[in-house]
């Protein structure tokens, strides 16, 4: 008898997906583990996991539509078997149009052991799971690398034989201008000539969310904002060096270079230890204080900004935390995080000096207690310790702070600990 796989929730508050395109077209021999499809909700881009072997009878929802929790996606039988009609549930999607033959697509093998798998409680239900790194096509070198330098393989063109991903395509990319999102796009239109066609762009499941949480956040929390410059010279010089020596170390022997973020998160990390009341959340009859520190970084998308999560980053060294912001974010700009590592945070660190912005307030990452925002370093002309006029490297930084949970000297106090830390920069070599 044929089974209905139907759409799993995929994060906690998912109530609707949209099915991005079939992994498995009708008529495909289907095992335990193959990837079915791909599916966008409120987070992230999901591939949903097949447990039921056997022939795609039948897709109940085309490519593109919208699918709600428990609604059927599509039916798997034996070859030859006649598919069952969707239940009264698939009213709510639209239903799959008559398709032509479709070319079948590749098998997706299942995900590593090492990657967690949730498990179904039926046959009929399918689950989620992380991203099968089998399903590049790269060298272990250039995956090395990648990781190394937060560059993301997913959609990376490979010079290798079959297209494979090798480490000349890897550095190529790292080379490129990173690509900017929507909001900062920098594709120019002929001068004297229209910016475009009008049109009206459907509102993504992530994007739609972040709007909502941006409004219950701003609705909600009672912000207050404090900013603070900062010497960003001995910063820039240490990272300068420590990259100069790393420059010839390969990445499997703990070569890779240093972002100034990289710094920036682990400093944000250290100062909340000396000023923990800034690691809290609100309760409503109660403040939790949190004794782990896992720390949220924004990154930014063409669907605005995900943050994800570096879990237990108080007991993780420099290197540690710089590693797995580059895995992390390479996951961000793909779709490809686990609702694991979106959530659960207690701080968010949002960073633009990349673009050049000098200072700025980002919005509370409910249910934190203050953001840390970030801003480009300058050269200015600053007083130094004798009096004298000199070129100065400044760096502001800003937090907004929830005004339930901690007050304007906490934020302060947060605030110097951070310059303490971050114009005495060797001090996060050593912890």
């Known amino acids: 008898m044929a089974e209905i796989i139907e759409m799993p929730k995929l994060s906690d508050t998912m109530t609707v997906g949209t099915l991005v395109k079939w992994l498995k077209q009708e008529g495909d021999q289907v095992a335990a583990g193959d990837m079915l499809c791909e599916v966008e909700t409120d987070k992230a881009t999901m591939e949903v996991e097949n447990f039921a072997p056997g022939v795609i009878l039948k897709h109940y929802v085309a490519a593109g539509a919208q699918i709600p929790v428990g609604a059927p996606m599509c039916a798997i039988g034996k070859a030859g078997e006649k598919a069952p009609d969707a239940p009264a549930v698939a009213a709510k999607v639209p239903a799959a149009p008559a ?75 790292a080379s490129r201008p990173a690509p900017t999102t929507a909001a900062g796009s920098v594709a120019y239109s002929p001068a004297g000539g229209p910016l475009g066609a009008d049109e009206k762009v459907p509102v993504s499941n992530m994007r739609a969310t972040i709007a909502r949480r941006l409004l219950e956040s701003t609705n909600g929390i009672p912000h207050f904002y404090v900013e603070m410059e900062i010497d960003a010279g001995p910063l820039s010089d240490l990272r300068e ?61 063409e669907d605005g900004l995900l943050t994800p999560v570096i879990r237990d980053a108080d007991s993780k060294s ?10 992390l974010a390479g996951k961000a700009r793909a779709k490809k995080l686990t609702p694991n590592e979106m959530t659960g945070s207690t701080f ?12 700025f307030y980002g919005i509370i990452n409910p249910p934190n207690a203050a953001i840390l925002s970030v ?36 934020a302060a106090q947060y605030l110097q600990a951070l310059k303490a830390l971050l114009e005495t920069p060797a001090l996060l070599l050593l912890s």
């Open 375 to 410: 801003g480009a370093t300058l050269e200015k002309p600053v007083v130094d310790a004798r009096g004298q006029i000199v070129v100065g490297r400044r760096m502001m930084l800003g937090i907004s702070g929830d005004h339930r949970v901690i007050d304007g000297v906490v």
């Open 318 to 327: 420099l290197r540690q935390i710089s590693a797995e912001a580059k895995v």
């Open 241 to 301: 060096g420590l990259n100069a020596a790393l420059a010839d170390v390969p990445p499997e022997k703990g070569g890779g270079k240093f972002t100034v973020n990289d710094f920036i998160l682990k400093a944000s990390v250290e100062a909340l230890r000396r000023v923990p009341a800034v690691n809290s959340s609100w309760l409503g009859d109660s403040i939790q204080r949190h004794g782990r520190v896992h720390l949220a970084f924004g990154v930014g998308i």
């Open 99 to 173: 398709p032509a033959k479709a070319e079948p697509a590749p098998a997706a093998p299942p995900a590593p052991a090492s990657l967690p798998v949730s498990s179904a409680p039926a046959p009929s239900v399918a689950s989620v799971a992380s991203v099968p790194t089998g399903r590049i096509k790269a060298s272990p070198l250039a995956k090395k690398l990648a990781a190394a330098k937060g560059v993301s393989l997913a959609g990376l063109a490979g010079s290798g034989p079959g297209g494979r991903i090798v480490r000349a395509d890897v550095i190529a990319a």
């Open 348 to 359: 968010t660190v949002s960073n633009l000096g990349m673009f050049g912005v000098t200072g």
